[in-house]
Every structure is written in structure tokens, then in C-alpha cells.
């Protein structure tokens, strides 16, 4: 199925289908990995991160503690692949960067700068890497989703709105004084709330079905931003960088940052607490019947 819970599901039910999805679909991927480690590190960090989204919303039903193990054990997997991430995220970076960053040093600059990423790239062993999550991922056995009770609308609600909360949050702080670290934390919160709002679309669509679209939105003008900021700290100590290369990337990130900051207002608009009750409370609506929600998925 698709990654929703369908209406028909209770929320446990549908959410532990979700994990346990993803986790057989990562632990297939793992045997084809080293044909493309880079491909394979990218698409399994998705995974886990779908996966933690997906606790997030089951707290209320696993309890904190039970939640804070799952989380941190995937956390920790997803971590073994974080340096060859990083390093294939500099060169999606600067491929992204390119027509606005050749337009500004020039072909011959943009080529220099692209041997420069090439060269870190090849220098960096991927095997290790590799072998050390497909290891973690075989210690964890079969079962990948833990035991949930049904749980209820009252409870996703809470859920979700703890994970806007901590978007709007960030969002605040990273706008304060627009620190990398803090941008970095804002995209993340915000891609959580994207994906939460793509699982429970069907369980809240009057709020939610439109709004996934929104999230992921941000969260991509935010991953524009961080892309310069990863392009800018790789090409520290760039000897021959050509004049304006710096400023003009920083020009970019201020005006990436205004609009970003704008799409946020309105997605963040509301109050935790006033965006919960309208979850619960939402204008009258025609629900969907069981045929036009499979159409849906």
C-alpha cells in the first residue's frame, strides 16, 4: 500500500503496516547496495526517517520510553550511513547550484570546483559504510514494528500536533538569527510534519490533504538554502575561488531564506493548541466512501 493510513485502518494498525513496510523495503534494497552505495545510503536515510516519522505519531500509544529505544535504535542505524550521505549531498548540492553558480564564476571556475568535490568523493571508502548498517539492519531481525494497541483520531491529533509544534518552533529560532544549524533543524522538523501529514491525510482531509503539498514545499526552499551552506563550507580554503563567489551565494541564501520564511508564516500560522482543536474540529465535510479512499491510495 501507499505510504497513508487508510480509513478504514485504526491508527496502530495502519502505522505498524507503514513500518514494517518500509523496513522490508530497506532490508531488500540492502542486498543490491554495493551496486550503487551512493543511491542506496540516500534511499535508506529516507526510509529511516519515514520510519521515525512514523514513531513519532505512535508515542501516544508505545509510551516515552518504549518510543525513545525505537527511535534512538533507528536514529543510530540511519547514522552509519551519515558521512557517505554528506558527501553525496555536496555533490547534489553543487550540481543544483550549477546554472546559478556558472552564470556568476563561469564554466572554467564551475569545473575547477567540480574536480575539487570529484576528488573528496573517490577519495572516500563506501564499502565499510555499507557493510556496517546492512550488519545493524540483520541484528534487528524480523520484527520491525512494535506491538500497538488500536489507538484513536484523539490520539494521532496529539501526535501531530507536538510535531508542528516543534516545526513552528524551530522555525522560530532559525529565523531569529538564521544560523545554519538552526535552518538545518527547521528543514528537518518540517519534513517530519510532511511526512506525518502524508501518513494521517485520510484520517484528518480536510486539513491535512492539502497541506502535505505545503510542507513539502518548505522543505524543499530549505534544502535550497542548506545546499548553499554545504557548498560554501566544502570550498573553504578554495585558493584560486573567484571574486563575488562567497557573496553571491549568501546573496542567494538571504533571498532562499525571505521566501522561506513567508511559505512558513502561513503553514505555522496557528497556535499548536488552536491547530490540534481544528484537527478535532474541522468544517463539515462529505467523508469519503471506502471506493473513492482506495482510489486515493
Known sequence: MSFVIAQWESPGGGLARVINEQAEKLVAE???????????????????????????????LLGGKAYRRENRWWRDAARELSELRDMTARIEALEALQPFLTARIGTAMMRRLNERFEKERRAMNTADAIAAFRARIAERGAEFAPHLPHGDREEMAKALSQTYREARRSMKAA???????????????TKYHALQTRLMRMTFPEMLQDRTGAARELAELLGS????????????????????????????????????????????????KAWAARLLDPPAHQPLDREEAEADL
Open 30 to 60: 540492502c542486498q543490491t547496495a554495493h551496486e550503487a552505495p551512493e543511491v542506496f545510503a540516500h534511499k535508506a536515510r529516507v526510509r529511516c526517517k519515514k520510519i521515525r516519522a512514523a514513531l513519532r505519531l505512535v508515542e501516544p
Open 175 to 189: 529565523l531569529k538569527d538564521q544560523d545554519p544549524l538552526l535552518i538545518h533543524e527547521w528543514r528537518k522538523q
Open 225 to 272: 538554502v542548506q545546499d548553499i551552506e554545504v557548498v560554501l563550507e566544502s570550498a573553504k580554503g578554495w585558493d584560486d575561488a573567484p571574486d563575488g563567489f562567497a557573496e553571491g551565494l549568501e546573496e542567494r541564501r538571504g533571498t532562499l531564506i525571505e521566501d522561506a520564511a513567508h511559505a512558513g508564516g502561513k503553514l505555522f500560522a496557528d497556535k499548536p
